[in-house]
């Protein structure tokens, strides 16, 4: 089993359209969480840091549930801008684990 | 402030060649990671160079092998290389071990 799981998707979506991608994790002791974006043939960039609590910048929502391993992002009001991978990141004893990443793809 | 700088950003070698590939941290950054990443998948942990040593190790063999500098920048060296090393290859700074790591634009690698 992977560390950290997502849906390669791809999700196709309508710009104005809300889409959320989820993503579990297996080492319960993981210590904090992030997503990262990462554009076609480039670096991954931080998006956003997870917690507990839940967060929001802008458009974009993210969340961690630790009883279920379980982290989500919410993007709402999708822009074209949006299209890209999405890689959720569990960092573990100094290291980051990512998962395979969730395209997507935002249309006119 | 510059970023994370990498080099090459490409590179092009043949079965069993050696390979070198260089990063300079973020300003204020005294830790590197480096990570492979191949096409299709998430970026794989390779190894964290803190204070010159090599703290921590992901699952890769003793064919690849790092250094990091007294200014901290630092090299990752693969040696035989395979076909299945064919990959972009990232380095992350960050502000010590634990801190929010920051990539920069990587080295594409293809092993022909």
Redesign the interface.
Known sequence: RKE?EQDPGPFNVPEGATVAFNCTYSNSAS?SF?WYRQDCR?????LM?VYSSGNEDGRFTAQLNRASQYISLLIRDSKLSDSATY?CVV?N?????????TRLQVFP | DAGVTQSPTHLIKTRGQQVTLRCSPKSGHDTVSWYQQALGQGPQFIFQYYEEEERQRGNFPDRFSGHQFPNYSSELNVNALLLGDSALYLCASSPGTGGTQYFGPGTRLLVL
């Open positions: 950290v210590q992030f480039k670096e991954p960039k931080l840091s890689l960092h004893t100094d290291k980051l684990i990512f998962g395979t990443g």
